[in-house]
């Protein structure tokens, strides 16, 4: 089998880079562990600045989950920040501004941690292809909030919100090269192969996150690993892939800093 290199560089990740950010969403916005630093020590402006985006990225994904795009305002994206209308407005232009910096944000976080998990794989593209599917599902189902904002919600938001899925879909295909096997197909249908893959199997992690039942994205692996891996390696070889286990690797989950049981605290 060929070899599966990090998507995104054609090598391993360094072992010394530096953890993945939060997922948005995995803290609660008004988070006390970021409250702004007033007084002798307080925080410069920049990180300010900073905090407060950090801080709106997760108001907004618990906001839109819970109420939906359309029905989501500056207002309640600020109070579940505790930030202020003027901070807001200071870093975004507006809703749309502020969820598509979130998505694009919560996109490359979740791009990473599939990016180190198919590199860490090792050598076979099967398991780097299962690897990087079951962080993709796990990270998702420990997020329940971002994943419905961003599977979901992202069709209410607009064209620009729709032209990014789309960017993001097409970024999925780093998954499929150059280290799987080719299908029979041309190579202009071997393309459209992979784009109908991953197109499938945004469409059903799509209806179950709608349907409420995220937290049942994991029981998809087999199926959706046999979904991936199928039309490359046959029929036989994609029900292996399906079937194999996990047994000792430990799962995945959003990074995720803040207990969301402590208490808030007031607006910066």
């Not at 402006?45 to 997760?58: I, N, P």
């Not at 399906?242 to 799962?251: C, K, L, S």
Request: glycine share 8%; aromatic share 6%; hydrophobic share 45%.
């Amino acid at each position: 089998m060929s070899p599966a290199p990090h998507p995104a560089t054609g090598s391993a990740p360094p072992s010394a880079e530096p953890a993945a950010p939060p997922l948005p969403g995995a803290r609660p916005g008004r988070d006390p562990e970021r409250a702004i630093k007033r007084g002798p020590r307080r925080q410069s402006a920049e990180e300010v600045a900073a905090t407060q985006r950090d801080r709106l990225f997760d108001g907004l994904v618990h906001e839109v989950a819970a109420r939906g795009y359309d029905n989501a305002r500056v207002t309640d994206i600020c109070g579940a920040a505790g930030v202020t209308r003027p901070a807001f407005y200071a870093l975004f232009a507006g809703k749309e501004d502020a969820f598509l910096a979130t998505y694009r944000h919560g996109t490359a976080v979740l791009l990473r941690l599939m990016d180190d998990a198919y590199a860490g794989a090792g050598p076979d593209w099967t398991a780097a292809a299962r690897a990087a599917l079951r962080t993709l599902l796990e990270v998702l189902a420990s997020v329940p909030a971002f994943a419905r904002m961003a599977l979901v919600e992202i069709d209410a938001a607009g064209p620009a919100a729709r032209a990014e899925r789309d960017l993001l879909l097409s970024r999925f295909h780093r998954f499929f090269q150059p280290a799987r096997p080719r299908s029979p197909l041309s190579a202009e249908e071997d393309d459209l192969l992979v784009t109908t893959v991953v197109a499938g199997i945004y469409g059903t992690l799509r209806l179950r996150v709608s349907q409420g039942r995220t937290a049942e994205l994991p029981r998809l692996l087999p199926v959706l690993t046999y979904a991936m891996t199928a039309p490359f390696l046959g029929p036989t070889a994609g029900g292996r892939a399906a079937r194999a286990t996990d047994a000792g690797v430990p799962g995945v989950t959003a990074p995720c800093a803040v207990d969301p049981a402590r208490p808030a605290r007031g607006d910066d």
